[in-house]
């Protein structure tokens, strides 16, 4: 079965512009995150959907940051305008939300912002 | 709220030796999972182990295992006979497990990093 994919796996960028990640949850699961890594600040949640529905945003740092799920297969992460401070590397994960809550992590995207 | 501590920022351990990585956490929630992530060099984070809190055995993967000890809110991670392939950074996790408004929501700890001496 293929695991959570995310794309681009790496992208460079300068600041101001418009960055979008995208993520294709595992069949069939029900839930997708999105996280945020860096060495300051760890692992953060910044938003996660249940059923293609935005459930808790609560980590999403700021307005320049929106995420969408326009249906059980796809999601994005929106980045506008991006800023240095944005360089981290971006997780999708997707749950089974009845098995145990076990979340499976995509390979992630390594943005840098210049 | 919940909370997870890995107070650990860095290991050593000696090849072919176990290893404990420690894990508290706090929760109002009755039901609720406990995780273990590995996050080699190369950046994936891999599901390790999942203990639930209504579990009567310790979970064991293999190598590894979960030391449960709910009263004390503990789940320390056991590698056993290590190898140094198992030089990574290890992430304890939790999430609630009864569904609830709001849904589940997977909360992090810091992370240990561990080394493996040959």
């Known amino acids: 079965d293929a695991g959570v994919i995310q794309s681009p796996r790496h992208e460079v960028t300068e600041m101001g512009q418009e960055v979008t990640l995208r993520c294709k949850p595992i069949s069939g699961h029900d839930y997708l995150f999105w996280y945020r890594q860096t060495m300051m600040r760890g692992l953060e949640l910044l938003i996660y959907?249940?059923?293609?529905?935005?459930?808790?945003d609560s980590g999403m740092p700021e307005d320049r940051f929106s995420a969408k799920m326009p249906n059980a297969s796809f999601s994005t992460l929106k980045i506008q305008p991006s800023e240095p401070r944005d360089s981290a590397v971006y997780f999708c994960?997707?749950?089974?939300?009845?098995?145990?809550?076990?979340?499976?992590f995509g390979e992630g995207s390594w943005l840098t912002v210049v | 709220a919940q909370k997870i501590t890995q107070t650990q920022p860095g290991m050593f351990v000696q090849e072919k030796e176990a290893v404990t990585l420690d894990c508290t956490y706090d929760t109002s929630d009755p039901s609720y999972g406990l995780f273990w992530y590995k996050q080699p060099s190369s950046g994936e984070m891999i599901f390790l182990i999942y203990q639930g809190s209504y579990d009567q055995q310790n979970a064991t993967e293999g190598r590894y295992s979960l030391n449960f000890q709910k009263a004390r809110k503990s789940a320390n991670l056991v590698i056993s006979a290590s190898q140094l392939g198992d030089s990574a950074m290890y992430f304890c996790?939790?999430?609630?497990?009864?569904?609830?408004?709001?849904?589940?929501?997977?909360?992090f700890g810091a992370g240990t990093r561990l080394f493996v001496k040959a």
């Open positions: 994960a997707s749950s089974l939300g009845i098995s145990g809550n076990t979340i499976y």
């Open positions: 996790a939790m999430s609630p497990l009864a569904r609830r408004t709001g849904g589940f929501k997977t909360i």
């Open positions: 959907f249940n059923n293609n529905v935005p459930i808790d």
